[in-house]
């Protein structure tokens, strides 16, 4: 298992996007990515490259920034 830490605001505070990654499936989870400017060149690359399979995504806690929805994940249907 890999955890990346993502600094987020950075030079404004420690906040920090984690994604988890299972080294053998490449199956992916980020965690708490509530500035998506910042996560989303992290994670656009390994997923277009296929090293990872983000599976998930997990909000530790309620955020009020517009742009934390930015990262909602599609729906199944």
Do not use: F, R
């Not at 298992?1 to 984690?18: E, F, R, V």
């Amino acid at each position: 298992m890999h955890i990346q830490s993502i600094p987020m605001w950075t030079g404004s505070g420690d906040n920090y996007a984690y994604l988890v990654v299972d080294e053998t499936s490449k199956d992916a989870l980020i965690i708490d990515p509530a500035h998506p400017v910042e996560v989303l060149p992290v994670l656009k690359p390994q997923i277009e490259e296929g090293k990872i399979n983000l599976t998930g995504i997990l909000n530790t806690h309620q955020y009020k920034l517009p742009n934390a929805k930015a990262l909602t994940p599609p729906s199944h249907a």
